[in-house]
């Protein structure tokens, strides 16, 4: 199944995130193994929520600047923005169960 995650940068981030839907990004890096078990559950999330949410990614390490002004010290980092707005942060790998909760809580 193909994936709906978009890669975002410094360059179009602030433009991402202002949707009128959520925004679920997801800081990464490619060295980072929970970062890299959560990648497939972010890819169903993308079909999942087409049209209702936007799933994208930030890898930290092409765009260090967005890692420092969000305070990202340690990922994977998951962040829900509303309209520009950080509504939501989790923290680590965790289940698909539990980022549907919190994408639930932005609809």
């Given at each position: 199944m193909p994936s709906n995650v978009i890669h975002i940068n410094d360059e179009n981030f602030d433009k991402v995130i202002a949707s009128s839907v959520p925004v679920l990004v997801d800081f990464?890096?490619?060295?980072?193994?929970?970062?890299?078990?959560?990648?497939?559950?972010?890819?169903?999330?993308?079909?999942?929520y087409e049209g209702k949410a936007i799933i994208a990614k930030v890898n930290v390490e092409d765009s260090p600047e967005l890692a420092s002004r969000f305070?990202?010290?340690?990922?994977?980092?998951?962040?829900?923005?509303?309209?520009?707005?950080?509504v939501g942060n989790i923290v680590g790998a965790v289940p698909k169960a539990t980022l549907k909760a919190a994408l639930d809580k932005q609809l």
């Open positions: 990464w890096a490619e060295w980072c193994g929970p970062c890299r078990m959560i990648g497939p559950i972010l890819d169903e999330l993308s079909n999942e305070g990202i010290q340690s990922i994977p980092n998951l962040k829900i923005f509303k309209k520009g707005v950080e």
